[in-house]
């Protein structure tokens, strides 16, 4: 269900002004820090952050996907690590639950995922497997003899690069449960952090996002019980693929918002910047790149708007019973080709920037560096640009056009 009008734009608002007054002047010190502060984190908890996504009647905000990526817009005018530490609650750590989730499932977690009481992390890579992500080794062994009764899954295999794996309470964790080849051997599991065989590695150094961290999950014998499966075996996937499609656009918002906030910074710079007698911004080769960048994120702004709407149409359709809409049964295609889209498109205006801030885009204090290698993440994570490639050219191929 959508908010209202006026409160839809009440939150924009809110998170506007909490964006540009709260979490900008804190970038330096989140990089620094690698951590998002304490008390930061507890205003994004009562802002609703956390729940974005997450249907009212379990404490969350409910918003459609077009007034998710509104939001996403906005929260990506600051550095990307403060969205991450609770996208994984509004996204691929929430979304198996929600879409495949039973309602005792449901009941149990939602309402503290949506508070961020607990946090959720979405743990699909492994070692040796990226994407080609059917492929998982994880193992979950059914075995009628343990758990409380009914039976459990005994999970062993470790997973790779996982997001706020260090803060997660509850892990959605695709592992193979079958012979069968690929992903329709694989099932998916709401596994908690506090069952005994669970471990997690030590996070990762990265290139960018810092205050996101990345960290190895062991499980090691790890008991799950039957309760704690997500849908029917062999579903896990497809539920998988599913909570990427949404993440995807999710992604693609917050690109265009970095975008734009490298804009703001490029124009308010280029025009204070003078050189050869003017300010920058007055020779054109600097307006090309201006130019260059607007457009590309303009593009990607509508298709991404455009994409969530059509998203929502759907959604609506298949609650009331009715035809899908005419654009299509699905926004597979749409989504891979916002996130290809967008993610490159942030890529080359990051590019842009460092360019039209000179020695000073290479230098630290200045923060256009590091919007640099925060961006660099959105064409691999989710998917890289070449497995979106593949999924927009195989749905095209399917579609006849
Ligand atoms: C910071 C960070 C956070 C992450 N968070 C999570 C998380 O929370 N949960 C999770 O499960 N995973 C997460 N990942 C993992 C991420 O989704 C994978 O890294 C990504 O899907 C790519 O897999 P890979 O690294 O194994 O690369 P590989 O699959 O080994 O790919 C290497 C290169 O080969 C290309 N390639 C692969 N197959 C093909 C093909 N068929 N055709 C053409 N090119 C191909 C790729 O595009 C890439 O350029 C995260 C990764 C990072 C770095």
Redesign the pocket.
Known sequence: MALDAETFDALIDTVRRFVAERLRPLEAEVEAQDAIPDDVTAEMKAMGLFGLSIAEEYGGLGLTMLEEVKVAIELGRTTPAFRSSFG?NVG?GSQGLVMAGSPEQKAEWLPRIASGEIIT?????EPD?????GAVKTKAVWDPGSGSGAGAYRLSGT??????ADKADLFTVMARTGDAPGGRGVSAFLVPRDLAGVSIGVPEK?MG?KG?R?ADVIFDDVVVPVENRLGAEGKGFKIAMRVLDRGRLHISAVCVGVAERLIADCVAYASERKQFGKPIAEHQLIQAMIADSKTEALAARALVLETAAAKDALDQAAVRGTDAPAHGKDVVMESAAAKYFASEMVGRVADRAVQIYGGAGYIADYGIERLYRDVR?FR????????QQ?IIARETLKRGG
């Open positions: 994984t691929i992390s979405f743990a699909l890579t497997v990226g994407s080609d992500s997973k790779r690069f996982i997001t706020n990265k996002q996101a990345v993440l691999i994570y989710e998917g890289t640009s070449q497995i593949l």
